[in-house]
């Protein structure tokens, strides 16, 4: 069966013809989550990075990782190889070899989505005859109408987060034909939902949102999917007014802004440094009752630059209490500040009971957990005064928990750990790594209290 579909109607769209503009994706908002690499994984990794440079070597070895794996190390291997954002990228080369030897595996089953990964991949590294035969071959093993669109959506979103223009436009006329020669709303849906998500990704919002207006013509409503693509990408171009009237269109529209839509607008002014912009959002967001989240955080604070270059180099002085902090910061850095302080953002990440107070730190960029750190003193320090019957409220532990570094560049160095170990250090804190578990700093409760009070 032949990959391609031979389309001559010119009532499909053809994107590529129009000019795009060009963006990297904002590290505070990435358009891919991506699981973390397995110990298994990244010693294969590493190994092979050692011989990558001898052809034999490298094939003996990944033929002996999938020989010697379980089925789940194997592809946990592979999708970091597949993944826009692998720690790995000089190796993504021997993602084919990879993917043939998982392929002869006795528990391998054929998977659509990774193949659709694969594909995209080689096709953004050139390596187009190899894409295509990956494409046919899935293709012979879709018989059902819907199968092969919902293979195509895969390619489409797939060719997007790896930025291969070459690919996705060829995926997505193919997708646009088989919507139209359907009669399934499901697939005339997802359809047109991947097609949007896939032209901003690729930066391309006004052909988004004219295939937006198609798709009502096709009776179909778009959802809050559509919308927040649009808004997104345009905010991530610069191109704010527009990011502003999507805005105002879901509003219209009684669709809800939420926290998930407020972060994107925040993410937006944050890389174009229009700080002002943030504070007035984040009074919106109170205002509206909109919920702050550990994104909101990692966002905002990401944006302020007296904090980010303090924390480059812990060798800085850096401030060791809120009011400190806050004779640091000047201008709109320290209405953002401000403006974090008092939500629920410490309450959700802190647990208290008599036997222990835990802090976790997971999914904070190192200005949050820096931020997050000098609120939590200032909550412990309060919350072990008196209780109202006169007794202090003194844990057995207290437990912060920062990570070991599974998700960090280098694997097994977390940042977050490291900066607020040397916090403790120089606030001569009882809070030490604990023998049993790397990724937290721990302490008797008595002996923080001791210590704050």
Known sequence: MTVCFHVSSPQIPAPFAFAYHQHQPLSSQPSFIQCALTKQGHRFLSTLSVKA?????????????VAASPKSISLNALSHLLSPDTTHPHLTSHSLLLYSRIKEASWFEFNPKLVAALAALLDKHGRYNESEALISEAVSKLDRHRELAMFYCNLVESHSKQSSTHGFDSCYTQLYQLLCSSSSVYVKRRAFESMVSGLCTMDRPSEGESLMEEMRGNGLKPSIFEFRSLMYAYG??????????IVHQMEDEGLVIDTICSNMVLSSYGAH????QMVSWLQKMKTSTIPFSIRTYNTVLNACPTISAMLQDLRNNIPLSMDELHGTLKGDEALLVKELEGSQVLEEAMVWDSMEVK?????????????????????????FSLNNDGKPVVPAEVVVVCGSGKHSNVRGVSPVKTMIKEMMVRMKSPMRIDRKNAGCLIAKGKSVKDWLC
Do not use: C, T, V
């Open 236 to 245: 991530r171009i610069g191109l704010l007014s527009d990011m502003l009237r």
């Open 53 to 65: 440079g001898d052809s034999s070597a490298a094939h003996k070895l990944i033929g002996k990782f």
């Open 359 to 383: 802090l976790d730190l997971h999914g904070m960029h190192l200005g949050s957990a820096y931020f997050i750190m000098l609120q939590w003193i200032e909550e412990m320090r309060s919350r």
């Open 273 to 276: 440094n229009d700080l002002p």
